[in-house]
């Protein structure tokens, strides 16, 4: 990483802690560490899970998560904010204000609503403060196919439902939207194809250009935490002024490489390094 250790930009991940480290802070944590950003976090919620679920979690406050974030931000310029779960109204709410009121950059939102084994991550009414009060805040919002049809109203079932998905959610207000195509792969027209052939192809809606970034659909259903990985990846590539087109590239390149090595444990995902990151600058 280029720079004096004074230069290293900041990225705010405000998310739920995992005790077990397959997701949320830990994971966010270890991804902008990865990308050369040193992290700053708050957490939302204290989650109690294993690889085999989740079996509950209390709840941060408003009060407890603007007291988590005010010294710091009073303290250290961010580069950039990353969200993951935010299981209230009034925990959504209070981000948003702590980012409109505080001149914080547009956020990354992942928008967590469930976890892979079922658990509900989001309450119903912060899913409607979420559309109304952060999405219009957002630099970029990266739901998966199911988030992107709860948030968007619509039903997604091929890539131009996606590409109308993520046309809705501009209209929201987000700056740019990325639907992560992975689900789509398990849905019928194409979960008879061998999965050898199968393509995970994500779509970036920025401003008025559309990209669409084709790649293997790699089946591991253990791995836990690529949404994570994904959102904390683009805003630490943002932080360091990379345009959002090749910070998405560089953050599916990262997951890519920690998807194909998690399922056999002989090497942790966040020893893969991203190199010449400085080259990309904007
Ligand atoms: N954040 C927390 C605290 C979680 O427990 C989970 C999933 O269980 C997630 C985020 C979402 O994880 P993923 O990156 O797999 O979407």
Not at 165 to 174: H, P, S, T, Y
Not at 233 to 254: D, H, M, P, T, Y
Request: aromatic share 4%; glycine share 8%; proline share 6%.
């Amino acid at each position: 990483m280029a720079g004096s250790k004074n230069h290293t930009p900041v990225v705010l991940t405000v998310a739920g802690f995992d005790p077990s480290g397959g997701a949320g802070i830990i994971t966010d944590v270890r991804t902008i560490l990865c990308f050369g950003c040193r992290p700053v976090a708050a957490i939302t919620s204290l989650t109690f899970q294993n690889t085999e679920g989740v079996f509950g979690a209390i709840h941060e406050s408003a009060q407890s998560i603007r007291a988590q974030i005010l010294p710091v931000i009073e303290e250290i310029p961010v580069a950039a904010v990353k969200t993951g779960m935010l299981p209230t109204a009034e925990i959504v709410l209070e981000i948003a204000r702590l980012i409109r009121n505080h001149d914080l950059p547009p956020p990354v939102i992942d928008p967590v609503m469930r976890s892979s084994s079922g658990y509900e991550l989001m309450e119903q009414e912060a899913i409607e403060v979420l559309c109304h009060e952060l999405i219009p805040l957002a630099r970029l919002i990266t739901p998966n196919i199911p988030e992107a049809e709860a948030l968007a109203g619509v039903r997604v079932e091929d890539e131009s439902g996606m590409r109308n998905a993520a046309q809705k959610l501009r209209e929201m207000g987000a700056r740019a939207v990325l639907i992560k195509g992975g689900h789509l792969s398990q849905k019928s027209e194409v979960r008879d194809q061998k999965s050898a052939g199968r393509q995970a192809t994500d779509l970036l809606h920025d401003e008025d250009e559309t990209t669409s970034f084709r790649g293997e659909w790699i089946d591991a259903p253990l791995v836990r935490g690529t949404g994570c990985m994904m959102s904390s990846a683009i805003a630490a590539c943002l932080a360091q002024g990379i345009a959002l087109n090749e910070s998405v590239r560089l953050a599916k390149e990262f997951v890519a490489g920690a998807i194909r090595q998690a399922p056999n444990f002989e090497a942790d995902p966040v020893t893969l390094k991203i190199t010449e990151i400085t080259n990309l600058r904007e």
